[in-house]
């Protein structure tokens, strides 16, 4: 057992306690006052106790970045891939993945990369274990959409379709459209079908990676049609249509904030972006950035007038909520993982806060190791 004493603890929606985290194997077991037990005792005393910072999607462990030659982000051969599963190219080994803990990041969305139109089922996984099925929180977060120019070209360099905006839209209509319609005894077993009959009875939502106004618009047209539950990944043009999105259900993973990145080139409006999160579930992601994006742009967000608790929300229950586990990860809970970050100062506050313990599912990880 381990026990979390004396440090200032994180809840949801700003709440602050100075309480005590009693920790049995993977899991919290108790919150309160002055806790005892014969366990590992971890004096937080002058800390800031968070729950695991969450990074919602990301090719890392997937695109190894130690070992380009044998890297399985993509599933190129064709543009419709709902029946494949990035668990078995998630490798556990891949070294950024060991980088995570340094970032208070405890848990990351696993996703196929850009090529593909349909690119495959993406899971939620914790930063440490020996292989996926240790890793996993949920294996069932969503079915992944590339709604941006990457597709365009993959296929177009293949004379085949889609190679416009047009020819993507209609190809995933198409492909919804046959799942609706297409009965299970129908030419025997289809397994995309399958995989795509579970978004439209609203089992499994859909990651759309899309950046721009108009993208985002068509793809809001085929969820209305549909019916599907929608994510957005990127959308730096979401908060022009901030309405339309609260209306719809529509959430929110929201690209890199930081300077230089795809808010420069789509002339995104981070006030904007900031306001629409107030009526739209929103978190924040990153698109390119790396794992150090995410709290960089987390700390953009607050200089630009987000409040310091939202932000942390953004980085951890949001997230979780969006991700369809924010029963087990996200926010500091008896019953819930034990995912738990400790800083000797405010990491959205003070620049020259450092990270001294990270507890992914129980294990323990120390700045000094």
């Not at 795509?196 to 106004?213: S, Y």
């Amino acid at each position: 057992m381990i026990l979390v004493k004396n440090g200032t603890v994180h809840f949801p929606k700003g709440e602050e306690r100075n309480v005590d985290i009693l920790i049995d194997g993977e899991k919290i077991v108790e919150i309160g006052d002055n806790l005892t037990a014969g366990a590992q005792c971890i004096d937080a005393s002058g800390c800031e106790v968070f729950p695991g910072f969450i990074l919602p999607a990301t090719s890392v462990g997937v695109y190894n970045y130690a070992d380009l030659a044998h890297t399985d982000s993509d599933e190129k051969s064709g543009p419709v891939n709902p029946d494949i599963h990035v668990r078995y190219s998630l490798d556990p080994t891949e070294v950024r993945i060991q980088g995570y803990e340094r970032h208070g990041i405890t848990a990351f969305g696993a996703v196929p990369n850009d090529s593909a139109l349909i690119a495959g089922q993406t899971g939620v996984y914790h930063t440490s274990g020996r292989t996926t099925s240790e890793m996993a929180v949920s294996e069932d977060a969503a079915l992944k959409v590339n709604f941006i120019p990457s597709v365009k070209r993959t296929f177009a360099s293949r004379d085949m379709m889609p190679m416009t905006r047009m020819g993507m839209a209609s190809m995933l209509r198409n492909e919804l459209k046959k799942a609706s319609l297409k009965k299970a005894d129908d030419a025997g077993y289809d397994p995309g079908r399958e995989v795509l009959k579970r978004v439209l009875d609203k089992e499994l939502p859909i990651l759309c990676n899309v950046r721009e106004r108009f993208d985002i618009e068509t793809i809001l047209e085929i969820q209305k049609e549909f019916g599907f539950r929608l994510i957005l990944m990127g959308a730096y043009q979401a908060d022009t249509l901030r309405d339309k999105l609260q209306k719809a259900g529509v959430s929110v993973l929201l690209g890199d904030l930081i300077d230089g990145s795809f808010v420069t080139y789509y002339d995104a409006d981070i006030l904007g972006l900031l306001e629409m999160s107030k009526k739209v579930l929103t978190a924040f992601a990153n698109n390119g950035s790396g794992y150090e994006g995410l709290l960089w742009s987390a700390e953009k967000a607050v200089r630009n007038g987000l409040k310091v608790e939202q932000a942390v929300d953004m980085l951890s229950i949001n997230t979780a909520e969006i991700l369809g586990a924010a029963d087990k990860i996200g926010s500091i809970e008896a019953g819930k993982y034990a995912d738990i970050s400790i800083w000797d100062g405010h990491p959205l506050k003070t620049y020259d806060a450092h990270i001294n313990v990270c507890i992914t599912a129980g294990k323990v990880w120390r700045a000094e190791e």
